[in-house]
């Protein structure tokens, strides 16, 4: 099967005996008979008859989105509508992890328990903001913080503690049990939960559309956007049934598409439901 055939490809492709359409045909076909005239037929089969002059015009003959592939096959070849829909919900803000570390007798030698890492869940800086209880010195990466799990008074201590991650990284939380008087249990209980700003990724769900016909053509772009469309980069409509954005693509151009949101709290919806009009 081939896709985004010129007509003079298409052309041939039905010499060899295969059904021709354009991308946007889903009910019809060109096919060429054995006396080698071309013909126009559609898959429901309540017709064949000789090609018109309202079948095919200058479109058909400058467009570059002919295809042997039948409408249930599209996916196969990479052919998309000029319907164009993507969108989801971003987020969320905020990411909890909750675990308990375990606990140890009076009978536990002194030493670290219970290691555990923690890494940041998000594509950007991220804050970990760290509390729970110890019996009796937390360790963060490896380090005791003076003053949680002082041994020198009754467990359990309880701590809370702040720290900022960068993109990719992660800390460590342990459990330092440090006998004393022949009491030493150990414990540490910690709940974590990851916040972080805005991410800084603002455009989502790009997308090329070429240009589908040998020549220049008026393209018009209607739909919805939430919250921005942002076309070769730049912001340009915004809103539910914006006002249609036309525009010129010479032949062999494309445009990209892309939504945008301003949004700051999660989770929100940023995508768009789309439709380009191509007149030659």
Known sequence: MQAHLSWPAARAVA????RVRR????DRFVFRTAGGLHWLGDYAGTFRRVVRGADFGRAEFLALDWTDADPDQDHCVGIEADT???????????FTDQINLGSG??????????????????????T?????YVDNWVLFNGVPEAGWGNFYTLPPHNFAKKLLIPEGGSFTLACRNAPYSGFNPWALVANVTWSA??????DYYERTVANPFAGPVAVEITGNVFDT??????????????EPLSFSLAAGSSFTIA???????YPYFVGYDLAATFTL
């Open 105 to 126: 007798g009076n009978s536990m030698p002194a030493g670290d328990y219970g290691m555990t890492v923690f890494r940041n869940p998000f594509p950007s800086e991220a």
């Open 15 to 18: 010499a060899s005996g295969s």
């Open 23 to 26: 991308a946007a045909w889903t």
């Open 128 to 132: 970990a903001d760290v509390s729970g």
């Open 197 to 202: 700003p805005f991410i800084a990724r603002p």
């Open 229 to 242: 469309l942002i076309l070769d980069g730049i912001a340009t409509r915004s809103g539910v049934a914006f």
């Open 84 to 94: 164009y829909q993507a969108g989801g919900l971003i987020g969320p803000q905020t």
């Open 259 to 265: 939504a945008r949101s301003s949004r700051r709290d």
